[in-house]
């Protein structure tokens, strides 16, 4: 799901789908959070972050809104310290 532009955005929706998905590897997962703090300032980790936070968030309550509450803690317990 890459596409044209800043690389830092491929990095840090990389990094935040393995911190949210328990199918990932912990180990993985947190290698994937140190280089997403390593690559983007943290202005720019908190709006990378915002952006995907809320396009993943907009696709469970569409799509699966059974999922959205453990999105949500997911997100609270992993992910939202960079917002």
């Known amino acids: 799901m890459a596409?044209?532009?800043?690389?830092?955005?491929?990095?840090?929706n990389f990094a935040d789908w393995a911190l949210w998905n328990d199918q990932v590897p912990?180990?993985?997962?947190?290698?994937?959070?140190?280089?997403?703090?390593?690559?983007?300032?943290?202005?720019?980790?908190?709006?990378?972050?915002a952006i995907h936070t809320t396009a993943a968030t907009g696709f469970y309550q569409?799509?699966?809104?059974?999922?959205l509450p453990q999105h949500v803690a997911n997100v609270e317990t992993t992910t939202a310290h960079w917002l």
């Not at 994937?32 to 202005?43: I, K, Q, S, T």
């Not at 569409?62 to 999922?67: K, T």
């Open 26 to 49: 912990d180990d993985v997962a947190q290698r994937l959070r140190a280089v997403a703090e390593d690559a983007c300032e943290p202005d720019v980790l908190a709006l990378l972050t």
């Open 3 to 12: 596409w044209v532009g800043d690389w830092r955005c491929d990095i840090v």
């Open 62 to 67: 569409v799509v699966h809104p059974e999922w």
